[in-house]
């Protein structure tokens, strides 16, 4: 065994493109395997020793060449492993040749996976850093393959690992630390749902098929419920003619649990059939309500999950939530032709207005519907049925207002904007700045001229005030665009924000006026640049990032 400042390294394995300790892989890295006089019976081992971790839980791995003999595995393993990574106690290893992945020697799972080799990708991502063990979502040339388990507890032992055996081979590695963007794990649509080689899927139709005739082919979520993703439904298009059973709904933890749960509060999975006879159009769907103090909804906990049937709830249970969360699953039947799936993922906050009624007795949920005489079917879930409302954190990026077709680098905490020439666009906190978050700033991260402004960035009400107020003290938004002179003593790479403080409340009140002053304060580079007093508004000031229009 030999340890070269970033690896470890078992067998005749080289290294190309190696970096310095304080820069490992600003690009790919190309590993070898093998020679004329290499011992194909013993394992080969590579790690990379700095483990994987919620700011870098995904590593990529290109195969440019795989013998007929060759045995790769790709996985999360400790540094002592001296076997293929999945076949030894507390690692996972996704082999090429069989196509099975190991988790601490066990392949039971939800789903299987295929076989890899030359020209193949292979991708592991950590989505879930739990108390005592984690989920990983594992890509087989970038699509969702298989979730599974990682049964570790220390964080220190999620190394990057990949395992030789039996020929030659050529692999390219993006560790995790050159990966500049992490695939999305919140807005995973269903074209991307977990199927095996037996299962297709229609985007024409949005339905999948069971072509092959087998039983219980699965089908399953690469994500869990969650309080952004609280239910989902199947539709039935076929039944069986005999007995009316068709397609089975449930939910599943990432992979089957070690030890195998006694607890009667918690099992690998739950579903349920119809006691009656199901017919086409008949739809099944399964959802999770957590406490409303829930701060994560992947972490273990009671909660209560529910069965609806024809849009109705038929059935509900409290059950243990496992670390992760429950994964839905459909289990395709061979006399359904195909199922289509809806997924509810409404939760996104789309903006903020001013309500101005002031009689809180007529706060009437309303829906107006144009339907152009086409018929309109629609599930609403009235207050009197919703336990806890959406919960929305400043801190988190997903959470903001954002225009169509925008994207977020989580990793980096970076939005990116699509192509917009005709008008500006804007992204809002979903909260206002408060006593706990005080101040927010941005980074101007690309180079700006006069013919290319930055951003501009502001504190904003709600919506506009109408009538607006005359009042120098009483305004809808403050806003810092950085052209002309201002522009002149900023660059690429400064940080700008801004930032509230709120006084004692006998100090901000003046008199009978019941309306509190802040100060508002804009920092450049962590310096107070500018400094207004106003009066709080209604809702408070939410943060702002304006994006004016691209040149052409």
Not at 296 to 320: G, H, P, R, T, Y
């Amino acid at each position: 065994m030999t340890t070269q400042r970033n690896y470890r390294i078992v067998g005749d394995i080289k290294i190309k493109n190696k970096e310095s300790a304080n820069e490992i892989s600003k690009k790919k890295v190309d590993i070898s395997y093998g020679r004329a006089e290499t011992n194909f019976n013993d394992i080969a081992i590579v790690q990379l020793q700095k483990p994987l971790t919620s700011d870098a839980p995904y590593f990529v791995v290109d195969v440019h060449r795989c013998d007929p003999n060759t045995i790769i595995s790709i996985g999360i393993a400790p540094l002592d492993i001296d076997a293929h990574a999945g076949q030894f106690n507390n690692s996972l290893g996704y082999q090429n040749n069989s196509g099975r992945i190991y988790t601490s020697w066990k392949i039971q799972a939800n789903t299987l996976a295929l076989r890899y080799g030359k020209g193949s990708t292979v991708s592991m991502h950590v989505t879930y850093f739990g108390e005592h063990l984690s989920t990983v979502l594992i890509f087989y040339n970038n699509f969702p393959i298989a979730t599974r388990y990682h049964f570790e507890g220390n964080k220190s032992r999620y190394l990057p690992t990949i395992t030789f055996s039996g020929g030659p081979a050529y692999v390219s590695v993006l560790w995790p630390d050159a990966v500049e963007y992490l695939p999305s794990i919140t807005d995973i649509s269903v074209s991307q749902w977990i199927r095996g080689p037996l299962g297709s899927y229609n985007p024409d139709t949005n339905v999948f098929e069971n072509r092959s005739k087998v039983e219980d082919l699965p089908i399953q979520s690469p994500i869990p419920l969650s309080k952004s993703f609280r239910y989902f439904i199947i539709t039935q298009k076929e039944v069986s003619s005999t007995d009316g059973k068709g397609a089975s709904a449930g939910l599943a933890t990432c992979s089957p649990l070690k030890p195998t749960p006694t607890c009667s509060l918690l099992k690998d999975y739950y579903t349920w059939f119809s006691k009656t006879r199901m017919k086409a159009g008949n739809t099944i769907g399964w959802g999770v309500f957590y406490d409303e103090n829930c701060k994560n909804d992947k972490a273990e906990q009671l909660c209560l999950v529910f069965v609806m049937f024809n849009k109705s709830i038929v059935d509900a249970l409290f059950v243990l939530q496992p670390e992760g969360g429950f994964f839905p699953i459909v289990l395709l039947q061979p006399y359904g032709k195909f199922k289509t799936l809806k997924m509810n993922r409404n939760f996104q906050p789309l903006g903020t207005r001013y309500l101005t009624l002031n009689d809180h007795s007529q706060y009437f949920p309303t829906i107006l519907i144009e339907n152009n005489g086409d018929p309109v079917d629609l599930l609403v879930h009235w207050q009197t049925r919703v336990s806890v409302p959406p919960q929305f954190s400043m801190t988190n990026p997903e959470d903001w207002c954002l225009p169509e077709a925008a994207s977020i680098d989580l990793k980096q905490k970076m939005f990116i904007l699509p192509e917009h020439f005709d008008q500006s666009l804007c992204i809002q906190a979903p909260c206002s700045l408060n006593k706990k978050n005080r101040h927010f700033e941005m980074v101007l991260l690309e180079k700006f001229t006069d013919n290319e402004p930055p951003p501009a960035i502001a504190l904003c009400t709600a919506s506009p005030v109408d009538p607006p107020s005359k009042s120098q003290f009483r305004q809808d938004y403050l806003r810092f665009w950085p052209t002309g002179d201002a522009a002149r003593y900023l660059k690429q790479g400064d940080k700008i924000g801004w930032g509230i403080i709120f006084p004692q409340e006998e100090d901000s009140l003046i008199g009978e006026n019941k309306e509190q002053l802040i100060i508002c304060y804009l920092s450049v580079n962590r310096a107070v640049g500018y400094v207004r007093v106003l009066y709080q508004p209604v809702g408070g000031f939410y943060p702002v990032v304006i994006a004016p229009p691209n040149s052409i």
